[in-house]
């Protein structure tokens, strides 16, 4: 589905800050199929992936050390704003909003559970401009040890209504929306999770194929946190990249029909 523009408070945008861009590129292209190009030195090394020719996902060098990492950003009308309501809130403002050229203006911020989150307003820049197709962003999902912090933290700060659901895992499934239209998730970490592990938000990719590009994960030098399994929502499997970041692919028709 391509798009244009983002409602205030929908996960807009994702990147991925890696010690090699190039190699980045060259795992992402061969697992998704992206075109990345090496990154332009005005922006810092950063670069977008393409599909299609439309920006799916940005790949920029890291900027601590650690393990590389999948970030989700949201867009807002005012990124100044919503930092106030971060730190009104319990949150903590990590990068303060800031222009980054005329494409848009950021900033980074810890829930008070630990999970860094960025934000977006869009200049030039607007996002995805494709989502929930082969390849591309289909979910961004929460998993926190403080499932009810969670949700009076995320209402507050970007004015989120959410539908919780027994079943599931451990804990039962949050569904977030805005405007009543469901656009991310939030699951209470899993009892099995290394205590050490923060909280954090995950990214799902959309795959027609979640064996086949496991395996092919696999080949390029990844790995796996969580082998391919059948849910209600469709078949999906975590996947850890060379350089340490964690991400999951879904083929949302994926599951057999009884």
Same mark, same amino acid.
């Given at each position: 589905?391509?798009?244009e523009?983002?409602?205030? =408070?929908?996960?807009?945008?994702? +990147?991925?800050?890696?010690? +090699?861009?190039? &190699?980045?590129?060259?795992?992402?292209?061969? #697992?998704? =199929?992206?075109?990345?190009?090496?990154?332009?030195?005005?922006? %810092?090394?950063?670069?977008?992936?393409? /599909?299609?020719?439309?920006?799916?996902?940005?790949?920029?060098? $890291? $900027?601590?050390?650690?393990?590389?990492?999948?970030?989700?950003?949201?867009?807002?009308?005012?990124?100044?704003?919503?930092?106030?309501?971060?730190?009104?809130?319990?949150?903590?403002?990590?990068?303060?909003?800031?222009?980054?050229?005329?494409?848009?203006?950021m900033? #980074?911020? !810890?829930?008070? !559970?630990?999970?860094? *989150?960025?934000?977006w $307003?869009? =200049?030039?820049?607007? =996002? !995805?401009?494709?989502?929930?197709?082969?390849?591309?962003?289909?979910?961004?999902?929460?998993?926190?040890?403080?499932?009810?912090?969670? &949700?009076?933290?995320?209402?507050?700060?970007?004015?989120?209504?959410?539908?919780?659901?027994?079943?599931?895992?451990?804990? %039962?499934?949050?569904?977030? /929306?805005?405007? %009543?239209?469901?656009?991310?998730?939030m699951m209470? /970490?899993?009892?099995?999770?290394?205590?050490e592990?923060?909280?954090?938000? %995950?990214?799902?990719?959309?795959?027609?194929?979640?064996?086949?590009?496991?395996?092919?994960?696999?080949?390029?030098?990844?790995g796996?946190f969580?082998?391919a399994?059948?849910?209600?929502?469709?078949?999906l !499997?975590? *996947?850890?990249?060379?350089?340490?970041?964690?991400?999951?692919? *879904?083929?949302?028709?994926?599951?057999p $029909?009884?």
């Open positions: 589905m391509e798009v523009s983002y409602e205030h =408070g929908v996960p807009s945008w994702v +990147d991925h800050s890696s010690p +090699d861009p190039l &190699k980045a590129g060259a795992f992402y292209s061969g #697992v998704f =199929g992206w075109d990345v190009k090496e990154g332009d030195p005005e922006f %810092g090394g950063y670069t977008m992936a393409t /599909k299609g020719g439309r920006n799916v996902a940005g790949i920029g060098p $890291q $900027q601590a050390p650690g393990p590389s990492y999948w970030a989700t950003y949201v867009n807002v009308d005012s990124a100044d704003d919503v930092a106030e309501k971060v730190r009104a809130s319990g949150g903590t403002v990590i990068v303060e909003p800031m222009d980054v050229m005329e494409e848009g203006r900033a #980074v911020f !810890a829930d008070p !559970a630990g999970a860094m *989150i960025g934000i $307003q869009p =200049g030039r820049m607007k =996002g !995805a401009g494709v989502v929930n197709e082969e390849g591309t962003l289909g979910w961004n999902e929460l998993v926190t040890s403080d499932v009810e912090g969670s &949700k009076a933290f995320y209402a507050a700060v970007f004015g989120w209504d959410h539908t919780s659901h027994e079943g599931g895992p451990p804990g %039962g499934y949050t569904e977030w /929306k805005v405007g %009543g239209r469901t656009m991310g998730g209470a /970490k899993p009892p099995g999770m290394p205590a592990v923060p909280s954090y938000w %995950g990214v799902y990719f959309v795959v027609s194929d979640v064996d086949a590009t496991v395996d092919k994960a696999k080949e390029l030098g990844g796996v969580l082998p399994f059948d849910s209600p929502q469709g078949r !499997a975590g *996947i850890v990249d060379p350089f340490g970041a964690m991400f999951s692919v *879904i083929n949302p028709t994926g599951v $029909q009884q």
